[in-house]
Nanobody, 114 residues
């Protein structure tokens, strides 16, 4: 199983970024993005089901971030708009096989300057 993220970088407040994640090796009913800021725990950003019919978002990103997934595929995209300095973190993709069984990507840094 492989989970590979791409995207990220350094942007200014108000800018946009797009993160992509591709997972391979098996089927993943749920895929999502999590983030971890320095000195803080890793937290959920957004998740999406395999056919894209159900999404969840952290309250802090609702209305600014959009997660999408091509139906039946193991590729997800996180479109991040109106970025804020507090969005600065390492963003990780997670691919869930079932409850309690999942794989992480290596993480990608997102830095938002004020």
């Amino acid at each position: 199983v492989q989970v590979v993220e791409s995207g990220g970088g350094l942007v200014q407040a108000g800018d946009s970024l797009r993160l992509s994640c591709e997972a391979s090796g098996t089927n993943f009913p749920i895929m999502g993005w999590y983030r971890q800021a320095p000195g803080k725990e890793r937290t959920l950003v957004a998740t999406i089901t395999r056919r894209g019919g159900s999404t969840t978002y952290a309250d802090s990103v609702k209305g600014r971030f959009t997660i999408s997934r091509e139906s039946g595929k193991n590729t997800v995209v996180l479109q991040m708009n109106s970025l804020r300095p507090e969005d600065t973190a390492v963003y990780y993709c997670r691919a869930d096989v079932t409850t309690g069984w999942y794989y992480w990507g290596q993480g990608t840094q997102v830095t938002v300057s004020s």
